[in-house]
């Protein structure tokens, strides 16, 4: 079993925290908004956020299974336990840095260029649609693990030291936490869904984040910090 140090609030505490990141946000309304247009109806418009939650649940579930099982699989738990425990420390200074001078210097951002290149391929699924509408929800779905991927550096900071934490115990007793985890980090994007759903246009959506972008890193960082100096204070046995 694992150790008292990693507890269920822990768990979940980190997978809010890195779901509320203003990258996700601002990608997902963007998407909302591209698929409230091609999907043409509400209830298609459902099921395509359905789908696009999905496929994040899965595919950050499955980079989590890989980098737990290597970091256990290879015997440098404890060093990647050090690393990540620096990493949330380092990713929570930045966060906070943004508070106050919100993209100013160096700060976490989705890997340059992805912006631009969701925004092409959006508009190439959306030729595609008119063409064979059967292949929208599938181009959907790949879109879905693009944007995971080009987000890890904006959102991965949190995941990361949660791995590190589990890395602590077996596989088989970390697999239901991480299950969990993923599970708790898609919520706030099935909520955003629902509010469109009901009518909440995707301009609204985006002012809420603009206006509120500042707090979400503060928090963030605030919450990063405390996790890596707890995983300091926790760190076990490095060899």
Request: positive net charge.
């Amino acid at each position: 079993m694992l150790g008292d140090s990693l507890t269920l609030p822990i768990i979940i505490g980190a997978a809010l925290i890195d779901s509320i990141n203003p990258c996700v946000f601002g990608v997902l309304i963007f998407l909302i908004a591209f698929m409230t247009r091609v999907f043409k109806s509400r209830q298609k418009m459902l099921l395509g956020g359905l789908l696009y939650s999905g496929v994040v649940y899965v595919t950050y579930l499955l980079l989590g299974f890989g980098i737990l099982k290597v970091a256990l699989g290879t015997g440098v738990a404890g060093l990647f336990y050090l690393i990540v425990a620096l990493v949330a420390i380092i990713a929570g200074g930045l966060e906070i840095k943004d508070f106050f001078w919100y993209g100013k210097g160096f700060t976490l951002q989705m890997i340059p260029g992805a912006s631009s290149r969701i925004k092409l391929y959006t508009k190439k699924i959306e030729k595609l649609e008119k063409k064979n509408p059967a292949l929208l929800f599938l181009t959907t779905a790949a879109l879905g693990v693009f944007v995971v991927l080009v987000e890890l550096p904006c959102t991965g900071a949190p995941y990361f030291a949660i791995l590190g934490l589990l890395a602590k115990g077996s596989y088989s007793d970390a697999v239901p936490l991480l299950l969990l985890y993923n599970f708790v980090f898609i919520l706030p994007l099935l909520v955003v869904i629902a509010v469109s759903y009901f009518g909440t246009g995707s301009d609204v959506l985006e002012s809420w984040r603009q206006k509120h972008k500042g707090f979400m890193r503060l928090v963030i960082g605030g919450f990063l910090i405390a996790l890596g100096i707890y995983m300091l204070y926790s760190l076990p046995p490095i060899f």
